[in-house]
């Protein structure tokens, strides 16, 4: 068995405008480790900002979104003259597979850091199906 690591960059991307958005801000997509075990697969995706208030995950048809709102003003009574660093919204999207326990999927978030545990189903068992006469 082949162990295979990549690196992504640490730079942020601005997610693409393919929705209408009631908040004119930037959106940008979460940087996302996924890792897996014998039980779950573990995202954590980096959303400096948000707590449990501002995150917002749905599950429909199979698509889990993340979604992150970050409400912060750093600089009052400054003006701001130059930024490196950008402050905006995150979004995201997976789709899932059945292999996942829908209904036992787990959340949770600190310092920015969002941890969703998605248990994997339990694999179907053979069963014998019973032939009656007519």
Do not use: W
């Amino acid at each position: 068995m082949t162990t295979e690591r990549t690196e992504a960059s640490t730079e942020k991307v601005e997610a693409a405008v393919d929705t209408e958005r009631t908040r004119n801000r930037r959106v940008y997509v979460p940087g996302v480790d996924i890792i897996e075990n014998k039980d779950a697969i573990v995202l954590l995706a980096d959303m400096p900002g948000i707590d449990e208030k501002s995150v917002h995950i749905t599950l429909d048809n199979n698509l889990l979104t993340i979604k992150g709102t970050v409400d912060v003003d750093p600089f009052k009574g400054y003006t701001l003259a130059y930024a490196e660093y950008g402050i905006g919204d995150y979004e995201r999207s997976f789709t899932l597979t059945d292999g996942i326990d829908q209904d036992h999927i787990d959340a949770t978030v600190t310092n920015g850091v969002l941890r969703l545990v998605l248990p994997k189903a339990e694999p179907p068992k053979p069963k014998k199906i019973e032939v009656r006469a007519s």
